[in-house]
């Protein structure tokens, strides 16, 4: 057998669970399956008299079989991120894989779960072996069967930002035809369609293929499976993208497969179809969702565009960057979330560190007072809004400001508090570390050397460890802390991303915007109770820090001339004092947030120079709301918080706002501010479309409202609208579980019988002409989401029902209780 060298595809074990499989892809396009013999251990931690009697009992011929135990070795390691030294432990090498967690939950039990701490149990093994390995997906690398043993790097794979590897990329769909719109395994395939495709970042390739088979130009189903079977085979994708293959489209190929008797390899290895793990449901941060079982194709890659958030948000190009930071398989990360990834990728940098993975955190939170909780638990700082529409705003914002400020203030569990230095109080901007992983190592191999003197002794006074402000702590001046080693080369790669991006949607956009949810969740996970390598501690720190450079910002702000209309946590809104030009407004800006950035350490940036902008009042109390504003700058609006932004939002009260703001756009201003005679437009429109929903010409497809559900059917106890819905989808048999979406148009919301209030999205095709959308219902829609634009200008919700008229006390007092004539449909500028 020769020498292979190719673009390394993926990784995993193999069909006994013995050796790890490493997909070669050559320069001629062809995949080759390279079997590395490779061992993992667990290793455990305990007393030495606790180690010698686990040795002993796992050493018996009857354990060694049942697990698949091939060694048992005492060596020193490191524990955790504090400790400098080593510790005794346990190594247990397995020659089988599939054995390792019941082997961990074995020697967790007979330890009576307090005794033995278990270390190496649960990072991916794909993840281990290439750490061990040293290389990284998508790179080149090269296998020589006289060395099996060794997988060779031969270069970083895109670290320069340039395409990756020309992989073959083809996307599979199947077309159903069902009898009463609900999907199910027995609903009659219509076609499977197989084409290549190109994606943004993967280089292209020079003879792209495409198939479609009909159901009805074969004579049996099992005729068709063979037919594409064939096709798969010629074409050989490497990439294999689906919009629904774990859910529907492999669970249909398995069954059929089954009654037909035809066998579907769709793998590069022998085995059958089957779905690798089960389908679950998660609860995070408020919100149930559902997560279906994957079908992992050996040797090749499936990507199940429903079933990714990663993908979704980045594309290929964007999982393959973050696949290449956790060195994780591309096909597995692509089903986790980002904080999973991050957690892959704090995982990665300690087994670089050499520090053992710890199976179960063990670490309580630190004992305080009830002033020092009340001081620390406070979370980021924000100021209330400024109701209203106001003019030539300029927004600033701070870039990825929790994870800059971990690797700025050098914030990690093991710094926190540290046993050798006393922090300075005199000056603290000295310590504050460079955002460039580069230059923070640099500075720390300085403070190492400068500081070496004493440590261990005793603590320092040390004028690089950095006082926590407000709280009664501090971080160390020596060590550069775990945390921001993690986040710091995540910045500069996704600041180097955005400066080579040329259009929004390019494969340098996807792959910063893939990194962007990685550093949105680093916050979250360093107080998240089961994180491996968080601390609540750290969590509180980064919260003061952004209170204490928030609060630093908007002083120097007023100090310059510009009044602070809204502020939250790392983004400041300015209006200028001082009547500058909107010009000079821009320069000042730019030149505020270059000299705040230097002061800080932290990017402080301009992100928009809106030409208006309007705050919602809370429609309980009346004064601002913390995130709903829609802004307009350079023809385009930011929105946020509103019903354009909600996913739940059906597509008629969708257009109806997105037009409401169009026209407030295009239309008259006054002191660069959208006139009355320009609301009234946005009231006409709404009179329009109102009329519309009550002649029944709004479609029902228009008019659908998606729900995530939270329980099951039998948990709900209010019949609202969701429990209609997946009342009416359980009597059909169809069932949507927990975390999982419900669609549909409401008819009837005043029914007393909860299934005739909807009507199922997937029931639209074959409902009736004669049913439409329900007016009181939808009308309450509508008039929230104009109320959302005109509220800011002052409309109540009393003015907007009365079409613009603002009712008199003459009103009340005519015998026919009228007033003034409604508002013309053709002459929105009457006042």
Partial sequence: MVMIEGWLLDVHENETDTEMVAWVVDDEGQAHGCVVPWQPSIHVHASHRSLDRLEHWLNQPELRQRFGIDAVLPVRARLDLEAEGQADVLSIVLHSYRHLRALAEHIEARGDFHQFTLYSVDAHLAQRFLNEQGCIPFQRVRWSPSLPTRLEALAEASSNGDAYPPFHVARLAVEFRSTDGFPAQGDTVECISLKTVQEPGLSSLQNPTSYRFERREFASLSDLLRAFQTAFDAMDPDVVLTAGGDQRWFPWFVEQAKVTNTPLVLGRTPEHLRQSTGQRTVHSYGQTRHRHGAFFLRGRLHLDLKNSFIVNEGGLA???????????????????????????????????????????????????????????????????????????????????????????????????????????????????????????????????????????????????????????????????????????????????????????????????????????????????????????????????????????????????????????????????????????????????????????????????????????????????????????????????????????????????????????????????????????????????????????????????????????????????????????????????????????????????????????AEELEVAKDSITGCTLHYGELAERAIWALLAPFGWTTERIRNLGLQPSLLDFTRPDGGGQEPLPMDSPSID
């Fill in 318 to 760: 964007g999982l393959f960057e973050l696949a290449q930071h956790s060195r994780q398989s591309a096909q597995v990360i692509s089903r986790l979330s980002p904080g999973s990834v991050i957690s892959a990728i704090q995982m990665r940098v300690a087994m670089d560190d050499g520090v053992l993975v710890p199976w179960k955190k063990n670490r309580p939170e630190d004992t305080k007072s009830a002033l020092e909780l009340l001081h620390a638990d406070r979370g980021g700082l924000y100021l209330d809004s400024r109701p209203g529409v106001h003019a030539s705003v300029i927004e600033l914002d701070f870039a990825s400001l929790f994870p800059s400020i971990i690797a700025t203030r050098n914030i990690s569990p093991e710094t926190l508090n540290c046993a050798c230095c006393q922090a300075s109080t005199s000056n603290s901007m000295r310590g504050v570390v460079p955002l460039h992983p580069d230059k923070a190592a640099k500075e720390f191999r300085e403070r190492a050397v400068a500081t070496r003197f004493g440590h261990g002794l005793f603590p320092l006074a040390n004028q690089k460890a950095l006082p926590v402000p407000g709280l009664n702590m501090h971080t160390c001046g020596r060590t550069h802390g775990f945390l921001g080693r993690v986040v710091a080369p995540i910045i500069e790669r996704r600041r180097v991303l955005k400066q080579l991006r040329q259009r929004k949607g390019d494969a340098y956009d996807l792959r910063q915007n893939a990194l962007k949810w990685l550093l949105v969740t680093c916050f979250g996970y360093t107080g998240y109770r089961n994180a491996r390598f968080g601390r609540i501690e750290a969590h509180e720190a980064i919260c003061a820090w952004s209170r204490d450079l928030l609060l630093t910002t908007i002083e120097e702000a007023q100090s310059e001339g510009w009044d602070v209309l809204h502020a939250i946590v790392d983004c400041v809104w300015l209006s200028d004092t001082r009547g500058r030009s909107p010009d000079q407004q821009r320069a000042a800006a730019v030149a505020f947030a270059e000299r705040i950035s230097t002061q800080v350490g932290i990017p402080l940036e301009f992100e928009a120079h809106y030409d208006f902008i309007a705050f919602l009042p809370s429609r309980m109390h009346g004064s601002g709301s913390l995130t709903k504003y829609w802004a307009y700058s350079d023809g385009e609006f930011k929105v946020r918080g509103i019903e354009l932004r909600q996913h739940s939002t059906p597509v008629w009260v969708r257009e109806l706002q997105q037009h409401g703001l169009k026209l407030l756009a295009e239309g008259e201003r006054l002191q660069g501010l959208p006139s009355l005679a320009t609301q009234r437009t946005v009231l006409v429109h709404y009179r329009r479309e109102l009329q519309r929903l009550s002649a029944g010409d709004v479609p029902l497809s228009d008019l659908v409202i998606t729900r995530r559900t939270s329980k099951d059917l039998g948990q709900y106890r209010v019949k609202n609208l969701t429990y209609a819905a997946l009342m009416r989808a359980h009597e059909r048999g169809y069932a949507v579980p927990p975390g999982g979406k419900v669609r549909f148009a409401v008819v009837d919301s005043g029914s007393s019988e909860p299934m005739q209030r909807v009507l199922l």
